[in-house]
Nanobody
């Protein structure tokens, strides 16, 4: 089992930045592809970005490309999401997740964090 804990969410104004973190337990973090997903009230969980187990080949949803940056530090068992030029439509609970597969589908991810709230006011 892999345990994931997100942090770094908060209330910001449009145009501001936030940096989310995801701390992973165990010894196998570096063997998983890691993704960020988000879910707004009344909406389905939405793919944001995924990064390869080694930290290469990030793939972004078109809605965040150019504004968000994913990174990981396998030595620290940590995953990050730098969020710039935030918009009200970015408001959601953000989740980190781990998968053995290279995939954008939430159903294929094996482990999930508890989520961290990001609220962007206009």
């Amino acid at each position: 089992q892999v345990q994931l804990v997100e942090s770094g969410g908060g209330l910001v104004q449009a145009g501001d930045s936030l940096r989310l973190s995801c701390a992973a337990s165990g010894r196998t973090f570096s063997t998983y592809n890691m993704g960020w997903f988000r879910q707004a009230p009344g909406k389905e969980r939405e793919f944001v970005v995924v990064i390869n187990y080694s930290g290469s080949n990030p793939y972004y949803a078109s809605s965040v490309k150019g504004r968000f940056t994913i990174s990981r530090d396998n030595a620290k068992n940590s995953l990050y999401l730098q969020m710039n030029i935030l918009k009200p439509e970015d408001t959601a609970v953000y989740y980190c997740a781990a998968s053995r597969l290279w995939t954008t589908a939430a159903r294929d991810y094996d482990y999930w964090g508890q989520g961290t709230q990001v609220t962007v006011s206009s």
